[in-house]
């Protein structure tokens, strides 16, 4: 199962009209991704003309897509009233304080019944978990063994959540590197860590407790989570 399939499984679980990608890149996942309005935001689009076009062709919602080349915080700040959201994908810069950022900005763009999907948020091993500000900067700091996967700090950000945001759910599915899933509600476990627990927290205390830290679901716990929408 990866963040594809999941994406869409809501919107059409939720018969979403309205979905928002932070972090799109070559918009593989963006141009797959079928509901009637989409907007995609990132500073850098890396989108090759001919896949454009190729998938611009395959359905509706790809023709009438908006493109927002800028960061996430400019993108919420400068928000259309209009642009409210059923479902957001948060993609971005891969810092615990940017995806939190986002997150919680995301919440506020999207009505009480809206959710938040997270990608990265279970790095498979320390590699993946360097926290900086960019992948040039991972690359350049990596070991030669490094695999080019990176997930940042993300993981930290469902920590934060699951100790300090009483009024969300929120749990990681346990496939394409950690799919964070938030929605307003009763949480399901809760975590007691300050911000400072967390930031002294290592790659080696998320491997030791990957299961509490992030609210753990096999992946297939995404159609008992879809029955609950
Ligand atoms: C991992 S890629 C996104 C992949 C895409 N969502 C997918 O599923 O295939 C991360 C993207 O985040 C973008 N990005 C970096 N900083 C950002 C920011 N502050 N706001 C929004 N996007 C950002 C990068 O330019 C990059 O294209």
Known sequence: MNRTHIIQKILDKKSARNYLEIGVNDARNFFRTRVRKKVAVDPKFRIPGKQKIKWLLKNFSNLTARYHETTSDDYFSNREPSDVFDVVFIDGLHTHEQSLKDVTNALDSMNDSGVVVLHDCNPPHEGAAVP???????????????????????????CTLRSQRHDLRVFVLDCDYGIGVVTRGEPDGRLHLDADDISRMTYQDLAGNRQELLGLKNENYLYEFLESL
């Open 132 to 158: 900086a500000q960019d992948f040039n900067r991972v690359a350049a700091a990596a070991s030669p063994d490094w695999t080019g996967e990176w997930c940042g700090d993300v993981w930290k950000t469902i």
